[in-house]
């Protein structure tokens, strides 16, 4: 359906900064929702944030919200998450992931495509 790669991860100190990135590619993007979520070692996978493809309108955890925000390049087929103010609970893999529903979820198994992850690492 939808191919997405995640790139930008990697060692950053904490009270940083960084910027991940999601390219997607395959079917029409207009109706789908595109999101992030992470996942620590022996935690499960939870939710980050998601932004609608094609109205912008976004929705957050509370955790993130204030520190990260999500946003997209409709020319590049491109989703991002800043991620300022890290934390070393931030530390994990975060994946990108969307699906074709009308509203806002936060389960797992109702996205449909997922990417590989990329390694996020906070030091103290």
């Known amino acids: 359906q939808v191919q997405l790669v995640e790139s930008g991860g990697g060692l950053v100190q904490a009270g940083g900064s960084l910027r991940l990135s999601c390219a997607a590619s395959?079917?029409?993007?207009?109706?789908?929702?595109m999101a992030w979520f992470r996942q620590a070692p022996g935690k499960e996978r939870e939710f980050v944030a998601a932004?609608?493809?094609?109205?912008?309108?976004?929705d957050y955890a509370d955790s993130v919200k204030a520190r990260f925000t999500i946003s997209r390049d409709n020319g590049k087929n491109t989703v991002y998450l800043q991620m300022n103010s890290r934390k070393t609970e931030d530390t994990a893999v975060y994946y990108c992931?969307?699906?074709?529903?009308?509203?806002?979820?936060?389960?797992?198994?109702?996205?449909?495509?997922w990417g590989q992850g990329t390694q996020v690492t906070v030091s103290s």
């Open positions: 932004i609608r493809w094609s109205t912008g309108l976004t």
């Open positions: 992931a969307s699906h074709t529903k009308w509203y806002y979820t936060h389960r797992e198994a109702d996205y449909d495509d």
């Open positions: 395959g079917r029409t993007f207009s109706m789908r929702t």
